[in-house]
T-cell receptor, first 115, second 114 residues
Framework: AQSVTQLDSHVSVSEGTPVLLRCNYSSSYSPSLFWYVQHPNKGLQLLLK??????LVKGINGFEAEFKKSETSFHLTKPSAHMSDAAEYFCVVSQNTGTASKLTFGTGTRLQVTL | DGGITQSPKYLFRKEGQNVTLSCEQNLNHDAMYWYRQDPGQGLRLIYY???????QKGDIAEGYSVSREKKESFPLTVTSAQKNPTAFYLCASSSVFGANYGYTFGSGTRLTVV
């Protein structure tokens, strides 16, 4: 079985300060991990993905995430927040079983960016 | 531009009615999925389809039905048996079944029971 826990349901940062959104996962197999972003009443957009290559993954809009197997974590970071980053972020895990697989979503972290 | 189109954007249903949500993709993706999103619960898988004329139940399939008669289309019917249908519904597709290749999401349909 696989699961993902987003440790904060809501994060508030000032514009220009760093962003940290935390995610821990559980998986019986080597996982693939993703971060998606959702703006209000919109679909989900893929920010970045880890699929057993480099452990530091760079995504769009200046975001990056580091896969730490020993800590079973995949935290999302950005050096400097922008107002347009305000959205909901989902950490997602998928098992690499070689057979049919599906995504398991975290419950989401709402990022608020203030002036 | 390739993508996924969901319609309508907003849908209102009376108690006891069936409604169908449309999902069309022009990405030539084999696999398609329906998710339900409720506040504070993330996304939950309703149904998925790996190929035409084949589909499988996800985690919360009760009260829903789907069809996959064409590669491009994967409509979802919310039946009167679904006890709490008010939610945001998202359709997605992938080139190969399995998340390693990434999913493309539509912009969603918000269903409200009135």
């Amino acid at each position: 079985a696989q699961s993902v826990t987003q440790l904060d349901s809501h994060v508030s940062v000032s514009e220009g300060t760093p962003v940290l959104l935390r995610c821990n996962y559980s998986s019986s197999y080597s996982p693939s991990l993703f971060w998606y972003v959702q703006h209000p009443n919109k679909g989900l957009q893929l920010l970045l993905k880890y699929t057993s290559a480099a452990t530091l993954v760079k995504g769009i809009n200046g975001f990056e995430a580091e896969f730490k197997k020993s800590e079973t974590s995949f935290h999302l970071t950005k050096p400097s927040a922008h107002m347009s980053d305000a959205a909901e972020y989902f950490c997602v895990v998928s098992q690499n079983t070689g057979t049919a697989s599906k995504l398991t979503f975290g419950t989401g972290t709402r990022l608020q960016v203030t002036l | 531009d390739g993508g996924i189109t969901q319609s309508p954007k907003y849908l209102f249903r009376k108690e006891g009615q069936n409604v169908t949500l449309s999902c069309e993709q022009n990405l030539n993706h084999d696999a398609m999925y329906w998710y339900r999103q409720d506040p504070g619960q993330g996304l939950r898988l309703i149904y998925y389809s790996q190929i035409v004329n084949d589909f499988q139940k996800g985690d919360i399939a009760e009260g829903y039905s789907v069809s996959r008669e064409k590669k491009e289309s994967f409509p979802l019917t919310v039946t009167s048996a679904q006890k709490n249908p008010t939610a945001f519904y998202l359709c997605a597709s992938s080139s190969v079944f399995g998340a390693n290749y990434g999913y493309t999401f539509g912009s969603g349909t918000r269903l409200t029971v009135v």
